[in-house]
């Protein structure tokens, strides 16, 4: 459905709304009164009051996201009523929540009368004056009421986005509305009493559950990421967080929303369609009292998310937990062997499930089976990727697998690829016959009927059979028919027909498309049948088992149910007529067949898998990657002295150049994706990062320090994201996978992932040894770029003191200092030399840019600089 909104005139109300609040500070209560008053003056207008547009949506895309403003102000729907009319029924309306606000809120009757005088007068005037605001959708209400900037008001329009203020904390009771955590929820929340907190970005959508209650919700953008490393208990820490009261994760752990958008990708509606939305009123009466948070582990890593964020969340908030990089990088290997053992049970499952998979297709879309076209079907075909869950749910054990996704990806992505623009066009209808029989084309395809090959390849192990295909073109059924006619002709007695009873008859989309069959050729085998055939012009042959030479036609059934129109003049013929390369063998038909059965049995074919992943032995991986990353950086680091002049190089300059040398000689990808020692290398990492992010924004913590003392972190950690200080009942692994497996409960079987592994074997210690060595160098600049120490992997002497001491007292200070001095000295140097400095990737040359870059804050609105970050590929799923 399309919202529309045909008068505009609500930005008004609040605004008017917002002039009878006194003078000062409002309370809260008044506040929220008037928050209460805008929601439901608005609901009233756009629904009781006439000005809501009701339109059906063509896209259930455009209904998801509920914001598509409807520019042209389309026809149809309500007209709106007088305005005065429309007045009297709001004042009615008005009293009722007055009464019920007034005693909700302790307000004395002179603040209701003034809110009432207030609001009613808005109204009239209002809708008097129609507005000649620009927008016409919710979203756009939104933004301009946004533009109004009121104080106290949930809603406001920042840098071009739709915001919702949202982490104002209000009284207790009022946040145990919005989350309920339980008891320990509660206790929770009395803590958060006290100074309202940041804004947070957001936006409005209407969700299904919305739209059937006619309300809208809002979802909030994050105001805090995890956003790093991988392996690093960065899901321990998401399901602690998930604990606190007053904190809500993404409906999805690795959202990996920003990591390979280009920046004019990334807009803040479908970031926020990830996030737990809540009802509007609610949401604004209440002030969305909690944080909202993401977890990308990988984010760190890539190239282009902390520049993504700069774009859309500038002020977020970073987690990023660090662990020993020999550790994490075995850790992430150690996934991916487990990852890919889950691949071999999910192949093994599937031919055991394929009847029950290619039934569900056939369930949910039952125009596969001649039946009409269903809304259903429409709207699943219209957004493809609701197929997966779909026929997830459909197929029970196996679509619960973790690798149930592998399976889908192949047909969703054909669906959408194939749809031309006209059936994906959102304001086109959808091409739903033509989508059908791209799915349907699919599944055949990868959940073939078992064939008599299987039979005839056990009773005549010798031989090779083989299958291949004959599609009989629709037309050609449909102008004989006789064809038709012939298909509900019993089955002969040996093939185990009775007579008078009718053959199955196969669904009108045989008839309407063709039936596909299978047909079983002997090597060897030559029959003129398939030439004869196709001559005739009934078939078309798969050109695997009927070429002239090798492909003879031994026996073929009907895909879908129904025996061929003439199975026995097939076998018939596949003696008569291959007299050339030998006769069949003296096959028992009815067994043959009979053991296919009645319903037919299915198999699957492997081709049809997404993604079968190998995994590498992981000394040579490493030692491959640890040799690619030395060649690239020595590259960089040559006015440096190379690789081992890092330690002594200016921190800033090496960082510099280490980075932009880095985008040229290492393509970054997300997924696992065998670059383990890349992702172990945090201090390139954090120094791309804190190009974007001020390092203020960002706090590093050691994962084992998470694991071995919580109760120092996650303080810290709350003060961080701001969120109110909390004493979690427990923080034993057992509390924190209870909590993950209620919140993700599929994560561990998708991803190989384990809160805690236990590997079959340790790591080569030379292997370590070697990767331990090549890291010391970025580990120090890690050090020193952060200003804290971590274990003994990553410490620099040089702040060594100063960081075991004044800890991440201040490190973004620390930080910016190190920029600043840069500048001056830079400045100088030119100064005394009556030129900038020269040569391109000099030591100079590059801290030139660094510290340009902290005396610029403006984030980069370009995209990076090198071809090799383009072309990160979209994760297809939690990697
Ligand atoms: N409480 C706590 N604190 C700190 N660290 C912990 C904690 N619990 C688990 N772990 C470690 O988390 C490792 C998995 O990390 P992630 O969850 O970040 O992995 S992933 O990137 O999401 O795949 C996992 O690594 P492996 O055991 O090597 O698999 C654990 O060592």
Redesign the pocket.
């Given at each position: 459905m399309r919202l529309t909104d045909q008068r505009g005139s609500v930005p008004c109300i609040l605004q008017a709304l917002s002039t009878s609040v006194p003078a000062g500070r409002p309370s809260f209560q008044q506040v929220a009164l008037v928050v209460t008053l805008c929601v439901l003056l608005g609901v009233l207008m756009w629904v009781g009051g006439g000005g809501l547009d009701i339109q059906p949506s063509s896209s259930s895309d455009e209904a998801q996201h509920g914001m598509t403003p409807n520019a042209s102000g389309r026809e149809g729907g309500l007209k709106p009523k007088s305005a005065d009319r429309q007045a009297d029924a709001f004042e009615g309306e008005l009293d009722v929540v007055l009464k019920k606000s007034a005693a909700s809120r302790g307000l004395n009757d002179s603040e209701i009368e003034e809110a009432r005088v207030a609001a009613t007068d808005a109204v009239r005037e209002a809708l008097r004056k129609p507005g000649d605001l620009p927008p016409r959708s919710i979203d756009g209400i939104l933004s301009a009421s946004c533009d109004l900037q009121v104080e106290g008001l949930p809603l406001y329009h920042d840098k071009g986005q739709t915001c919702c203020k949202a982490a104002q904390k209000p009284p207790a009771q009022q946040q145990a509305h919005s989350k309920d955590n339980g008891p320990q929820g509660r206790r929770g929340l009395e803590a958060a009493e006290g100074e309202g907190g940041e804004p947070l970005p957001g936006v409005l959508r209407t969700t299904q559950r919305a739209e059937a209650a006619g309300e809208n919700e809002v979802a909030c953008l994050p105001s805090f990421i995890i956003a790093g490393?991988?392996?690093?208990?960065?899901?321990?820490?998401?399901g602690?967080l998930e604990k606190h009261p007053l904190v809500m994760m993404a409906e999805r752990?690795?959202l990996h929303f920003f990591d390979h958008k280009t920046p004019n990708q990334i807009n803040a509606a479908s970031y926020a369609f990830n996030f737990p939305s809540f009802n509007a009123s609610q949401a604004m009466e209440h002030r969305a009292p909690f944080v909202v948070g993401e977890?990308t582990?990988?984010y760190l890593a890539s190239r282009k998310a902390c520049m993504n964020m700069r774009k859309l969340v500038p002020d977020v908030r970073l987690l990023v937990?660090v662990?020993d990089p020999v550790?994490?990088a075995?850790?992430?290997h150690?996934?991916k062997v487990r990852r890919v053992e889950e691949q071999g049970e999910m192949l093994e499952l599937l031919p055991l499930h394929a009847n029950k998979i290619y039934d569900c297709a056939v369930k949910l879309f039952p125009s596969l089976d001649g039946e009409d076209i269903s809304e259903s079907e429409r709207s699943l075909l219209s957004q493809p990727q609701g197929l997966s869950p779909a026929m997830g749910e459909c197929t029970g054990e196996i679509g619960q697998h973790g690798k149930w996704m592998d399976v889908m990806i192949p047909f969703i992505r054909k669906v959408r690829g194939k749809l031309p623009n006209r059936v994906r066009s959102s304001d086109k209808p959808v091409d739903t016959k033509y989508a059908l029989e791209v799915f349907r084309e699919d599944m055949s395809r990868c959940f073939p009927l078992k064939t008599v090959v299987d039979k005839l390849q056990t009773l005549y192990p010798g031989g090779t059979w083989r299958r291949g295909w004959a599609r009989t073109p629709a037309t050609n059924w449909g102008d004989k028919g006789d064809a038709a006619e012939r298909f509900t002709k019993p089955l002969p007695p040996k093939f185990g027909g009775a007579p008078g009873k009718p053959r199955r008859v196969p669904g009108k989309l045989d008839l309407r498309w063709g039936g596909e069959s299978w047909v079983a050729a002997e090597d060897g085998l030559v029959g003129d049948h398939a030439e004869e055939r196709r001559r005739a012009g009934d078939y078309e042959y798969g050109a695997e088992a009927l070429t002239e030479e090798e492909g003879g036609v031994g026996a073929y059934l009907e895909e879908r149910g129904g025996w061929g129109s003439d199975a026995a003049a097939v076998e018939h013929w596949g003696r008569r007529l291959s007299p050339k390369k030998g006769v069949l063998p003296d096959v028992p038909w009815p067994e043959v067949w009979g053991s296919w059965g009645e319903a037919g049995e299915r198999t699957f074919d492997e081709t049809c898998y997404q993604r079968m992943e190998r995994v590498a032995a992981v000394e040579s991986v490493m030692k491959t990657e640890i040799r690619k990353l030395k060649h690239c950086f020595n590259n960089a680091l040559s006015d440096l002295g190379g690789l081992s002049g890092l330690d002594e190089a200016d921190p800033a300059a090496a960082a510099e150049a280490l980075d932009s040398e880095l985008s040229k000689c290492f393509n970054v990808t997300p997924g696992i994706s065998d670059q383990y020692i890349y992702r172990s290398l945090y201090g390139i990492q954090a120094y791309h990062c804190l190009k974007y992010i001020p390092r203020n924004q960002v706090m590093f913590i050691e994962?084992?320090d998470?694991?071995d003392k919580?109760e120092e972190v996650l303080p810290r950690v709350h003060e961080h994201i701001g969120v109110p200080d909390f004493q979690y009942p427990s923080?034993g692994?057992d509390a924190?996978m209870a909590e993950l497996e209620k919140k993700y409960p599929d994560f561990e079987k998708r991803?190989g992932?384990?809160?805690?592994?236990?590997?079959k074997e340790e790591i080569p210690e030379a292997l370590a040894t070697e990767i331990r060595n090549f890291v010391a160098s970025d580990m120090k600049m890690f050090a020193r770029l952060t200003g804290q120490s971590f274990g003994d992997w990553a410490i620099d002497d040089r702040n060594k003191e100063e960081a075991m001491v004044g800890g991440n007292a201040r490190p973004d200070e620390l930080f910016e200092e190190e920029f600043v001095k840069e500048a001056s000295r830079m400045a100088e140097a030119k100064k005394a030399s009556g030129r900038g400095t020269s040569g391109s990737g000099t030591r100079g040359d590059n801290a030139r840019k660094m510290a340009a870059a902290a005396a610029d804050p403006s984030p980069p609105n370009s995209e990076p600089r090198s071809d090799t970050e383009g072309d990160a590929r979209a994760a297809d799923g939690?990697?």
């Open positions: 490393t991988q392996k690093s208990g960065t899901t321990a820490l998401t602690i752990k690795e977890a582990p990988f937990l662990r550790k994490r075995y850790s992430e150690q996934m994962s084992d998470l694991r919580p923080l692994q924190i991803t992932w384990r809160l805690d592994s236990a590997y939690p990697q």
